[in-house]
C-alpha cells in the first residue's frame, strides 16, 4: 500500500521542569523522511503542552525502561497521557520526549492507552531520551507510524544503519520496504542499461533463480535484495564501472546467490 502525504504525531516533553517539546529534532526528522521518502510522505509534529509529574521520570526508566511493569516506559507513557490538559489536540500517536534514562522504543501505552478526546485514544507511543540522535528518531517514527519492524542485521534504517555516522546520517530504509511504501521507481531488466542511469529513488527488478529481486545502485556500489523479505541484502559489491551495462556488473553476485533461496 502506498504512504503518502503528512502523518501527524503529538510530541510531548516529560519531566525536566516542563521545557518546550524539542520541536528541532521534530522538524529534522520530518525533513529527513521527506528526502527519504523522494518527497511523498513525512511525519509532522503537533506540539503538545509538556508535563511534569509528581515523580522523577528516571523512577520509570529502570533497564532504560524496558523491564516488566507496573513501573515501566509504557507505565510512564500513560502516566504522561493523563496529565496533559483535557483541552489539549493530541493526535492518535505521540512521541514522548524524556528527561530520563530510557532507551528509544515504539510500544503499546500500558492499561490499553488512554482517552484523550471523547471516542480518542493514544494507545501507542514512541519514547526517545532527550538528546536522541536523528538516527534514533526516524527509527522510532517507522516503528510508530509506519509498523516497520526491526532488522537485525541489515544495513538500512531498521537495522544497523540508524546508527551510521553516530545517528547523525541514518541509512535510507531498505528498498523492500521503501517499494512496499510506493517510494522506489522500478526499473526494467534491460540488459544494457548502464549501472549509473539507476539513481537512488529507483531499482531494477529480476525475476532470478525462481525468486524477485531488487537491484539498486548508489555511488558506484550496488546490493541485490529480496523483493519480498526486507532485510540483509542477498550480495552487495563495487561496480567495476558505473557506466557499463548494470546486469553484466552484478552478474557473478547474482551467480553467488543462485540456489540460497
Not at 502525504?5 to 525536566?16: C, E, K, Q, R, S
Not at 510522505?41 to 511493569?69: E, K, S, Y
Not at 496533559?84 to 505521540?94: D, F, I, R, Y
Not at 555516522?165 to 540488459?191: I, M, Q, S, V
Amino acid at each position: 500500500m502506498a504512504v503518502t502525504g503528512v502523518a501527524p504525531f503529538g510530541l510531548l516533553a516529560v519531566g525536566g521542569g516542563g521545557r518546550a517539546p524539542p520541536e528541532a529534532c521534530a522538524t529534522s526528522a520530518e525533513a529527513w523522511w521527506n528526502a527519504a521518502s523522494f518527497g511523498r510522505w513525512r511525519p509532522r509534529a503537533v506540539a503538545l503542552p509538556p508535563v511534569t509529574l509528581a515523580a522523577d521520570p528516571a523512577r520509570w526508566c529502570a533497564g532504560g525502561g524496558m523491564v516488566p511493569g507496573p513501573r515501566n516506559a509504557a507505565a510512564l507513557a500513560r502516566a504522561a497521557l493523563l496529565a496533559l490538559v483535557p483541552a489539549a489536540e493530541c493526535p492518535q500517536h505521540v512521541v514522548l520526549v524524556i528527561a530520563g534514562p530510557v532507551a528509544p522504543h515504539a510500544w503499546r501505552v500500558a492499561d490499553g492507552g488512554v482517552a484523550v478526546a471523547p471516542g480518542r485514544w493514544v494507545r501507542r507511543y514512541a519514547a526517545l531520551p532527550a538528546g536522541a540522535s536523528l538516527g534514533a528518531w526516524v527509527h522510532e517514527l517507522a516503528h510508530l507510524l509506519l509498523g516497520w519492524p526491526d532488522l537485525p542485521g541489515s544495513p538500512c534504517l531498521m537495522g544497523s544503519g540508524a546508527n551510521r555516522g553516530g545517528g547523525h546520517d541514518p541509512a535510507r530504509p531498505g528498498p523492500a520496504l521503501a517499494l512496499d511504501a510506493g517510494w522506489l521507481d522500478l526499473a526494467p531488466a534491460e540488459p544494457r542499461m548502464p549501472a549509473c542511469n539507476l539513481g537512488p529513488g529507483a531499482a531494477m527488478a529480476l525475476h532470478w533463480d525462481g525468486r524477485e529481486v531488487l537491484i539498486t545502485s548508489d555511488g558506484g556500489d550496488f546490493a541485490i535484495h529480496d523483493r519480498h523479505r526486507p532485510g540483509p541484502p542477498l550480495a552487495s559489491g563495487r561496480l567495476a564501472d558505473a557506466t557499463a551495462p548494470l546486469l553484466a556488473g552484478v552478474a557473478a553476485a547474482l551467480a553467488s546467490i543462485a540456489g540460497a533461496a
